[in-house]
């Protein structure tokens, strides 16, 4: 089975029902599950007829919009590799995704079509930008298309997770890895075919694509797709009666309980789940979301190479901190630095396998090779990076930080490494170093201590920085040194800074 073939079943059953709710302001469009992918299925028969191959890759540089999902599906119709973007990233970031995956074509529309343009993409593999604007020209006739046969071992997407050395690798996910992560979640949350999930986190990130929009449309429920997050809008709709699950990242559930707090009381009655992920969510943010809305943020873990991970309780206590035990499916362990299964309720790293993680890295075998390791049973296990220790009486899982350098701002993953390589290519910088400071809207925030061998200002860095990364990556904050403190090796200390 591969993910259309999963879809097609929510198709068979209720035709008619209203699979994608799009609303931005005046721009109102209801496509239903025949709609949806009938026109995925035309999209993909425009790919075919144009030329694209089975395992070739189409690249996504595009914002929330039903020509979105239209495209996605259509591109793993067609037996391509889809290949999301985030949209924040710019001129450096784009350009190592396109070389590195070498896409065929690139799917945007006029409002970021420049910003590709600024990258060179028209310089690189890609044949052609396929513009959302009028993506229906690029509609074929499904009815006689002769679809490639797809297997769920097939790569579905690349997605590009960065590494700690600052170059960003593509974790290659199968139908199957998708597939994996979907029917655990419809079980483990109860998905249910009335359900209305608000979708508001970007479909460029796998808690948006998977674990909102494709589980959705599994369960055959309706996905309230909007093009951002906007608190009033979001605390209105929410307290409307529509929505009946919410998922969003800690900043988002920050800025709510703003919202909230200014507000008039709201009846959340009709909310069956809040779901927070991407980032650790603060204790007394859960609680304070608990006493506004009367609701208790059921959290959970994953990570792009592997979907989803563990979760807390559907039915049962949720305690702050935790994410949860298993999905179904999943393996986990937690190991010490020797690779020595650690008891219960000792710190650890977490290894985790299943059909759920991904088999390799795009173009990168030694960054696969050091990510996986094998038990005395020869079983492949996926290291995941993220220091953890397990509840001995309840098996509950608290994170306690990560094995690498890591800086989450946003729910959005920062590597240091990266920055740090683009601050010394600014003239008078010589050497930089960059490390996560505690904030209370966005989790951390990047901060860079710098040796100079002349006068800068943090001002003309900012401008540098955010012309050539995205606006999120650029330091909060530039502190000039006269030296980093390293030891005697020569290894800088990161935590002295």
């Not at 025949?34 to 089975?54: E, I, K, T, Y």
């Not at 189409?58 to 973007?85: D, H, K, M, S």
Request: hydrophobic share 40%; charged share 20%; net charge negative.
């Amino acid at each position: 089975m591969n993910v259309h073939d999963l879809l097609a079943i929510s198709r068979e059953v209720a035709p008619h029902k209203v699979a994608l709710a799009y609303r931005d302001g005046a721009n109102v469009r209801d496509l239903t599950y025949a709609q949806l992918l009938s026109a995925a299925d035309a999209f993909a028969a425009g790919l075919m007829q144009w030329g694209l191959q089975p395992g070739e890759r189409v690249a996504l540089y595009l914002g929330n919009r039903p020509e979105y999902v239209i495209a996605y599906l259509g591109i793993l119709r067609a037996g391509a590799i889809a290949t999301p973007i985030n949209l924040r990233y710019r001129r450096l970031e784009i350009g190592h995704i396109l070389a590195d995956c070498a896409p065929r074509l690139v799917v945007t529309d006029k409002a970021n079509l420049p910003v590709l343009e600024d990258a060179g993409y028209q310089h690189t593999s890609v044949s052609a930008a396929v513009l959302a604007d009028d993506v229906s020209k690029w509609y074929g006739d499904a009815v006689t298309a002769s679809y490639p046969i797809v297997s769920g071992d097939d790569i579905a997407s690349i997605i590009y997770t960065s590494g700690t050395t600052g170059a960003s690798k593509g974790a290659m996910l199968s139908h199957n890895n998708i597939l994996a992560t979907v029917t655990g979640l419809m079980a483990a949350w109860a998905w249910q075919r009335d359900d209305r999930l608000l979708l508001c986190l970007p479909l460029y990130h796998v808690h948006g694509l998977f674990v909102g929009l494709i589980t959705g449309l599994a369960a055959g429920a309706t996905v309230l797709l909007r093009s951002q997050y906007r608190a009033g809008e979001t605390v209105q709709e929410l307290a409307g009666g529509e929505p009946t699950l919410f998922f969003a990242v800690p900043t988002i559930y920050t800025r709510l309980v703003a919202e909230l707090r200014a507000s008039e009381a709201q009846d959340f009655s009709h909310m069956r789940l809040f779901c927070s992920g991407s980032a650790p969510l603060p204790a007394d943010l859960f609680e304070e979301f608990r006493s506004l809305t009367g609701h208790t943020i059921l959290e959970r873990y994953g990570m792009t190479e592997t979907g989803m991970n563990l979760s807390n309780h559907y039915a049962g206590e949720r305690r702050a901190g935790t994410v949860g035990t298993p999905l179904p499916g999943v393996e986990m362990r937690i190991v010490d630095s020797s690779g020595a299964q650690v008891a219960a309720g000792e710190e650890g790293e977490i290894l985790v396998r299943g059909s759920n993680v991904f088999s390799a890295y795009w173009n990168a075998p030694e960054k696969t090779a050091e990510s996986f390791v094998n038990d005395e049973l020869g079983r492949r296990w996926f290291r995941t990076g993220d220091l953890a220790r397990q509840d001995p009486e309840n098996g509950a899982v608290t994170l306690l930080g990560r094995r690498h350098e890591l800086i989450i701002s946003g729910g959005l993953n920062i590597y240091p490494r990266e920055i740090e390589e683009l601050l010394q290519t600014y003239p008078g910088i010589e050497e930089a170093a960059v490390v996560g400071r505690p904030h209370p809207e966005w989790g951390e925030v990047p901060v860079a201590y710098v040796v100079c061998s002349q006068e800068v200002t943090y001002e003309a860095v900012r401008v540098y920085c955010r012309e050539r990364l995205a606006s999120f990556k650029t330091p909060a904050a530039l502190h000039s040194v006269p030296e980093l403190p390293r030891n005697a090796m020569g290894k800088l200390q990161k935590h002295l800074l």
